[in-house]
């Protein structure tokens, strides 16, 4: 919970004791965040009551944040004059995004009180491919063109009554609508009135198309720590912009689905509290029965080598340890090399020296682990030298290779165009474990002469 505790028990203690101008006052002073988040921490028709007592512009800030369910139940409590009220504060990608999470119906409501011309962005909004830089940039952009002067850029910044959510970047254009320039409102206000926007406006444009991918967007705006990104079409016109705002919740969508994936998991768009336990079950059984069945190799090459381990029951002992060290290894790698792709700092064309490197590391760890376990099995069993040795020699080959397969699937998969978080830690691990146990018994059979 962002706010404080003490702060959410009054507010709780108003509304039980039904002091609405109170709880009222203290919401409209409130930052909008928490305020949503006070609402969601509530029974929904105790959220959509004390929704309703809010002030029009406050309303419409804390609407855009509120999950789907409690929007719908908010709409569903609304007048069209209400609805009318609200929608109009809201930013064009706000209506976006709360479009796409209702049924048809509410659709059908929402937009026939959206004014025409609104409407007709909000309709060209949802003909881009979802999670694409089209999908979540926000039309409402301070358009300038270059004869103008910085006294006629104020006015026309003042006149667009636009709200600081992209004020603090302008976007010259020609009379084609085509990008050229951008100037900064703080350079607008450091310079003389009559000085041109030719004069200070910057072409070095860093810009991302309406298709460009919602995770490349995100990734420029780490790179170049921007606070607004104009987005472009396909022939380069200026049809709006990303905002910081919405980079940040991208890469925060990204990231969390990138580590459900590489938990072998199916991504969820919802909350984990608000996830039922069967919808939590469907996304991950596909996942946890693939896993299952694959991990019958392993059996089956136990079942192979079932006389050398019956030979030297000792040997089995230490099965799960080179199995988990393998599987630990290749965790290891694979998470640095999905996190580098992700960053787009490793491309498949680097395979070889990001295979060379992992190999040394694996040949120091591994042996710096055989040496270990060599001491160990030694005290732990005197006399046994033979399978110190074998299992020794094993964890080394057992490191190497988990560090080899964890940076050859990753990459496959981006090569192929698949996501490379899907060969994450559980299927890397699946791997290793058949491979080890291969190892330890050709190995074993080797030295020990079984």
Known sequence: MLMEEKEFNELLELLKNRQFKKLKELLDEMNEVDAAEFLGELEPKDA????????????????????PDLQEKAIASMTDDELSDIIDELFVDEIVDIVEEMPASMVKRILENVDKDRRKKVNQFLNYPEDSAGSIMTAEIIHLKKDMTVKDALSTIRKAKIDNETVYTCYVTDSRRMLIGTVSVKDLLRSRDDESIEELMDTDIISVNTLSDQEEVGQTFAKYG???VPVTDKEGRLVGAVTVDDAVEVITDEATE??????????????????????????????????MVSGTLSGMILAKFESAFAAVPLLVTFIPMLNDTGGNAGSQTSTMIIRGMALDEIEPKNFLQIWFKEVSTALITGTLLAIANFIRVMIMYPGQGLIALVVSVSMLFVVIIAQTVAVILPIIAKKLGGDPALMAAPFITTIVDCLALTIYFILAKMLLGI
């Open 226 to 228: 921007l606070i607004t």
């Open 48 to 67: 959509v009551k004390v929704f309703r007592i809010l002030n029009k512009e406050v309303a419409a800030d804390v609407f855009a944040l509120l999950d």
């Open 258 to 291: 990138d580590f459900e994936k590489m938990a072998a998991m199916i991504p969820s768009e919802k909350p984990y509290l608000k996830t039922s336990p069967f919808e939590l079950a469907k996304n991950r059984i596909a996942w946890l029965m693939l896993l």
